[in-house]
């Protein structure tokens, strides 16, 4: 079984900081990219960032400029650094991980609990 491990939400508030931390464990054979969802209530679930294995990053619009996704490959663990939060920000933050549990076969998508983030203006 694989497990991802999110850790870091919290509340803060307009301008502040928070780190988000996740840690995928278990039956892992290697793993292609990880990435950070957000849901707020009322709204679909969309894309962060994401980080691949070989370092390359895409980022949501709405965040360029102030967040920061990274990875720790030997650890499997990616990090996102969120700066200048916004009252938008506010969301549950899902992590994301493609990987392959076996050396063949295809890859899944496995996901964290969720962490909550809340902004205050």
């Known amino acids: 079984q694989v497990q991802l491990v999110e850790s870091g939400g919290g509340l803060v508030q307009a301008g502040g900081s928070l780190r988000l931390s996740c840690a995928a464990s278990g039956r892992i054979f290697s793993i292609n990219s990880m990435g950070w969802y957000r849901q707020a209530p009322g709204k679909q679930r969309e894309s962060v960032a994401a980080v691949t294995s070989g370092g390359s990053t895409n980022y949501a619009d709405s965040v360029k400029g102030r967040f920061a996704i990274s990875r720790d490959n030997a650890k499997n663990t990616v990090y996102l650094q969120m700066n200048n939060l916004k009252p938008e920000d506010a969301a549950v933050y899902y992590c994301?991980?493609?990987?392959?549990?076996?050396?063949?076969?295809?890859?899944?998508?496995?996901w964290g609990q969720g962490t909550q983030v809340a902004v205050s203006s």
């Open positions: 994301n991980a493609e990987l392959r549990t076996m050396a063949w076969g295809r890859a899944y998508d496995y």
